[in-house]
């Protein structure tokens, strides 16, 4: 119903910088909310960042101040800038969406990317 597909990942040095993109792709389909999140190896699942249709973001703790979250609602795009980056970023990025239907009254539904690996090297 919907695709994420991540891109971006890669591996820079400690104080580096990437940009991570997400193209969400489905059909009837509304995004209310886009986000990342991300785990590293033998860590839980950390919610990082989300940005709502209207705008509004929320960081979490460890990346304030040096991610910043965006989107272009007219590409179904989120976008995740990352400055500064420290060896602890690295873990695989995940996107995500929550979305309704615009054909049908079934509620909110969420849909995850396959993830892009971020490793920043010391």
């Known amino acids: 119903q919907v695709q994420l597909v991540e891109s971006g990942g890669g591996l820079v040095q400690a104080g580096g910088s990437l940009r991570l993109s997400c193209v969400a792709s489905?059909?009837?389909?509304?995004?209310?909310?886009m986000g990342w999140s991300r785990q590293a190896p033998g860590k839980q699942r950390e919610l990082v960042a989300v940005i709502s249709s209207g705008g509004s973001t929320v960081y979490a703790d460890s990346v304030k101040g040096r991610f910043t979250i965006s989107r272009d609602n007219a590409k179904n795009t989120v976008y995740l800038q990352m400055n500064s980056l420290k060896p602890e970023d690295t873990a695989v990025y995940y996107c995500n969406a929550e979305y309704v239907s615009t054909v049908y009254f079934s509620g909110s539904s969420n849909a995850w990317g396959q993830g892009t690996q971020v490793t920043v090297s010391s």
């Open positions: 489905g059909s009837s389909i509304s995004i209310n909310v």
